[in-house]
Each structure stands twice: as C-alpha cells, then as structure tokens.
C-alpha cells in the first residue's frame, strides 16, 4: 500500500492549490483518508479527513470554509483543494489512510497506518 502526493508549490498568499494522493496497493473505497501538515520544528498536526462512511468529514477550524477535500474511489485518488491561501499555511502536507479509524479518532495522527511522503507549500506574502 502505497500513497503519492503532489501539487504541492510556490503560491502568492490569496492563491489556490489542489493536493493530490494517489493510492495504489489497495483499493481507497473502505478506508477513511485524511491530510495532516508539519511546521518546521513542529509534530504534524491535522488538516482534513473524511470518515469511509462518506458521510462525516472534519476540519481544522484553520481551514474551515478554505480548504475542501474529496476523493475520486474510480481513481483512487484523494485531493484537498486549497483556497484563499495565507503564509501560516506554509507547511509540508502529508496525506493519510486507514482502515480502523473510528469516528472519534479522525483528528487523530495515530489513528492513520499509512502516510504519503509529503508536499511542500508554500506561501509569501
């Protein structure tokens, strides 16, 4: 199982970016996916995830109403579309997937078996 994220950049703040993970190995449809970022110096911290119900998916409150994931099952593929882009959002972002995430865990880095290898955003001013 394995997970390759892209579209990571170089953006003016106001901008846009769509992330990008492609699953391979295994199938995405029963697993709850997610993105998590890492500030230098600092432990990764949570971005975005939906549940494998589809029918629950958390935020940040720092992204809230900015960042909008999805998932393609026909391409296996996750995505988290990125808008209105701030400095603080310079990060690398690493997109995840789990079979056993329960609901109360989705924020959770311990809850996810897989990780992608990270994409670097960043974003001036």
């Known amino acids: 199982v394995q997970l390759q994220a892209s579209g990571g950049g170089l953006v003016q703040a106001g901008d846009s970016l769509r992330l990008s993970c492609a699953a391979s190995g295994r199938t995405l449809r029963t697993d709850s996916v997610g993105w998590f970022r890492q500030f230098p110096g600092k432990e990764r911290t949570f971005v975005a995830a939906m549940h494998r119900n589809g029918g629950t998916t958390l935020y940040a409150d720092s992204v809230k109403g900015r960042f909008t994931l999805s998932r393609d099952n026909a391409k296996n593929t996750v995505y988290l579309q990125m808008n209105s882009l701030r400095p603080e959002d310079t990060a690398v972002y690493y997109c995840?997937?789990?079979?056993?995430?329960?609901?109360?865990?989705?924020?959770?880095?311990?809850?996810?078996?897989?990780w992608g290898q990270g994409t670097q955003v960043t974003v001036s001013s």
């Open positions: 995840v997937r789990g079979s056993s995430v329960i609901l109360s865990n989705l924020a959770s880095r311990t809850a996810y078996s897989y």
